[in-house]
């Protein structure tokens, strides 16, 4: 069975501290897609990275950051010198190569407060 | 480019009622799912769909029938709407097989309300 596990239901930090929200995963797949999503206020899901497994190179994107570890099954998400405008829930998601099923398995969420 | 759009956006009903959401892609996407959200559950996946006249249940069928008559749509309807039902539906849609493993896109979701 595949699960993701986001242990970090919310957090809360002032602006332009550094923020990690941590994402821990479970797969027997040899093969598989992780991805982080951001659901702002208004609601919408925004999709943000895909990391395949075979790839651990870590990714920046401006303030954002990922780094991707298969020995720990971790795919943080790091948000360097936080702003209002990242405030969100935050999800961490998993698919894995079943017969050419293209599910996602979502985490929980964690709930990120940046406040001014 | 309207990507993924849901209807309707809000909706109340009754316990008991046949309600239809709406869902509509226009980037030919082979595939196309519905989640529904809840606080403490993150999303879970309901039906999904690998093409027109293709469809599988995800995690928490129960209640739920989809049909996909046409690429482009995928109607999920509550065919006697349970209190257990309220919550957010969200639509999403991905390309297929052979394409490459890619992001799932979402639609901005329906807050469905059963009283």
């Known amino acids: 069975a595949q699960k993701v596990t986001q242990a970090q239901t919310e957090i809360s930090v002032v602006e332009k501290e550094d923020v990690t929200l941590d994402c821990v995963y479970e797969t027997r797949d040899t093969t598989y897609y992780l991805f982080w999503y951001k659901q702002p206020p208004s609601g919408e899901l925004v999709f943000l990275i895909r990391?395949?497994?075979?790839?651990?190179q870590n990714e920046i994107s401006g303030r954002y950051s990922w780094n991707f570890q298969k020995s720990t099954s971790s795919f943080n998400f790091t948000i360097t010198a936080s702003q209002v405008v990242d405030s969100a829930v935050y999800f961490c998601a998993l698919r894995g190569i079943i017969q050419g099923a293209q599910k996602l398995v979502f985490g929980q969420g964690t709930r990120l407060t940046i406040n001014p | 480019d309207a990507g993924i759009t849901q209807s309707p956006r809000y909706k109340i009903t009754e316990t008991g009622r046949q309600v239809t959401l709406m869902c509509h892609q226009t980037w030919s996407h082979s595939y196309m799912f519905w989640y529904r959200q809840d606080l403490g559950h993150g999303l879970r996946l309901i039906y999904y769909s690998a093409a027109a006249d293709i469809t599988d249940k995800g995690e928490v069928p129960d209640g739920y029938v989809v049909s996909r008559s046409k690429t482009e749509n995928f109607p999920l309807t509550l065919e006697s709407a349970t209190r257990s039902q309220t919550s957010v539906y969200f639509c999403?849609?991905?390309?297929?097989?052979?394409?490459?493993?890619?992001?799932?896109?979402f639609g901005p979701g329906t807050r469905l309300t059963v009283t």
């Open positions: 990391r395949n497994s075979f790839d651990e």
């Open positions: 999403a849609s991905t390309l297929g097989r052979g394409q490459g493993p890619r992001e799932q896109y």
